[in-house]
């Protein structure tokens, strides 16, 4: 059955009337509806929720469902096909990306303070309060500990059920997602500008003052050099790489505008990320540029590199791209209804996903057939958007 688009304008002047909605209030649009590839690339289906003005970043499980948070409060299931599953609704929005652990439960935070663990029914498994929004995305270590930051300025760790292991105080509000190296020790940074270093067991290792409000999430290098990026004010925003030991490796930029999109890192070692001057820089391991490609407006999008190289992002014109490892358009898509895309994407096999900000999600079928093999290929560093730099291989089901 094809299924027309509605304006949310369109849509409420049918409730209004009194017409009968599908449950979940959801449809699924054939390809070709929604977004147009300048060049061939298959749209396979388009999840579309009329109550949400934005959707974030997906998490993708072991039988290909998908889940997201959107600001209406509901983190949604949808599975490969693009059908849903579930909601589960919260008492505020929901920004982070899911993490999934194993058993398939999946832990995502809220604005109502609060951080939930989900059965892959959709039913609570256990919640836990913190004192402030969590618009972060939770990490998970080997152990199913969760590592959840919160605007309270505090990092939690959380145990299987639930239950508080313990919680370390930063100087500042934390917005950054926590991220797991190797050696279990969790890096975040903060809005006061200090990037953290925290053993498993809740204790300060080092401190690093960037000067920078953070707001991007680190990624891992395979030899332990962590990237973030940081804002301050105009041409004082940067690109930090900071040695395990937490010193400054080198730092990069005096960038005219905020770094919003967090770093990702090719299998040649180049680190990518967007700004708000709408530019997706490519940065060599020794800190010096390789490519900087121009978009048609701000990036805060963290790209997502497939194992054949080719980068994908979305920005504020409502474009999503795919570029070559040379900073080249390979393709790109645009939106029928001119919705930002600030999500990250998310690759699974040879599928990337992607939300924007007019509640509609996609699967698009592209030329690769998986994520780079890096240490850091998209947000999340995984599908499961565990955080870790452990490899992840976990049957959702058990």
Known sequence: ????????KALAAAIMAGMTLPAMAFKVILPGSGWVPTQPSENLWEYSIPTADYLFTPAVGSDGSVYL????????AVDKDGKALWQY???????GAPALGAGGRIVFGSMDDNVYALNPDGSLLWSFTTGGDVV???????????????????????????QL??????????EASPVIAKDGTIYFGTHAGTFYAIDASGNEKW??????????????????????????????????????GGTLKWSYGNLAEAVRSSSVIGEDGTIYFGTNESKLHAVNPDGSQKW?????????????????G????????STFYALNASGEVKWTSQSATDDVVRASPIIYGNRVYFADNGGNLYATRISGDGPANSSWPMFGNNRFGTATCLNVQYDQDG
């Open 89 to 95: 609704t919260t008492g505020d929005g929901v920004r």
């Open 136 to 162: 972060s995305s939770p990490a998970i270590g080997h152990d199913g500990t969760v590592y959840v930051t919160s605007m309270d300025s505090l990092l939690y760790a959380l145990d299987n059920n639930g």
């Open 207 to 244: 401190s690093y003052a960037t000067g920078d409000w953070i707001t991007t999430t680190a990624a891992i290098a395979k030899d332990g050099t962590v990237y973030f990026g940081g804002w301050e004010s105009v041409n004082k925003n940067q690109l930090f790489a900071l040695n395990p």
């Open 310 to 317: 080719t980068l994908f992002f979305g920005d504020w014109s």
């Open 292 to 308: 900087a490609f121009s978009a048609a407006d701000n990036i805060e999008s963290t790209p997502a590199i497939a194992d054949d």
């Open 165 to 174: 292991k313990w919680s370390f105080d930063a100087d500042g509000d934390i």
């Open 69 to 76: 948070g959107s600001d209406d409060g509901n983190l949604y």
């Open 1 to 8: 059955m094809q299924l027309t688009r509605l304006s949310k």
